[in-house]
Structures are given as structure tokens and as C-alpha cells.
């Protein structure tokens, strides 16, 4: 299983992340409003879950770091999104960061949805699903 973790718009990026992968990876993953974290959720982290750390939300962002130690102290392998600016804070933490280019609040999101929906493609690649014909996926999702 794979969490996607986030505060605020982050956690609706987790969502749209964990879908995508779900759908043409056919992982099990779950995104979780990261405030959450501690209601069940973090007994389910063990040693090498990964954790894809969402931490594009300024105002946040402190909030969201302390979720990202929680889950490394219990053994996560934690992927980290964040923007330029606080790419060298995250690193100190999570094992892999990628960074977004910074940009006004309202259009963020489009930026760090894109690297979750890469996530997802080459995570199906690398498994050999057929990535343009998902399985099970009812007509209206794969033809318009």
C-alpha cells in the first residue's frame, strides 16, 4: 500500500495522486488529510511503506513536516512534493523530494498535481500495465 499525505489543497492533490495510481498501476494506495494521521491511519505505516509527503501548502507547511517525522520514525520511505523554496527543509526529512516552481497559491495546485500523475504513469509502466487501457475502467473514463 502507498499513503499520500496532505493538509489543505495538498490532501486534494493526495486524493487525485492516489486515484491516478489506483487506476493504472492497480496499487492500493490512500490519501489521508494528514491532520488526520494519528486516527488509525498511522498503525498502518511499517517499515519500507511508502508515504508520498504533500507539502505544497505554505501555510502548512511546518504542520506537514511533523507528519513526515512521525511517519519516518515508523519506518516509512518517504517521497516528498514541495516548491523550490522549501525543498532543502523537506530533504532534511523525507528520502526523496521533488520540487515544484513556485507560483501564485491559486494556480499551485496545477503544478503539483502533475508530478503525482507522472508518479502514477511510470509506476504502471514499470509494471507493464497497459496504461491507455486500464482494466475495468467503465467506457466513459477511457473514450469520450
Known amino acids: ?20 495510481l489506483k487506476e493504472i498501476s492497480y496499487i492500493h494506495s490512500e490519501a489521508y488529510a494528514a ?7 498511522i498503525s498502518l505505516i511499517e517499515d519500507g511503506t511508502l508515504v508520498v509527503a504533500l507539502a505544497s501548502y505554505r501555510p502548512l507547511f511546518e ?32 528520502d526523496h523530494v521533488i520540487a515544484i516552481p513556485e507560483t501564485h497559491p491559486m494556480l ?18 514499470q509494471r507493464g500495465c497497459d496504461i491507455d487501457k486500464p482494466r475495468n475502467l467503465a467506457k466513459s473514463v477511457t473514450v469520450e
Open 1 to 20: 500500500s502507498i499513503f499520500f499525505v496532505g493538509r489543505n489543497i495538498d490532501y486534494a492533490i493526495g486524493m487525485e495522486g492516489s486515484l491516478k
Open 35 to 41: 491532520g488526520e494521521l494519528k486516527h488509525g491511519t
Open 63 to 94: 504542520k506537514l513536516m511533523s507528519n513526515v517525522v512521525e511517519v519516518k520514525s515508523r519506518g516509512a520511505d518517504v517521497l516528498g512534493l514541495t516548491t523550490r523554496d522549501r525543498a532543502a527543509d523537506l530533504s532534511r526529512t523525507a
Open 108 to 125: 499551485l495546485p496545477s503544478l503539483a498535481v502533475v508530478p503525482m500523475q507522472l508518479f502514477a504513469y511510470y509506476t504502471a509502466l
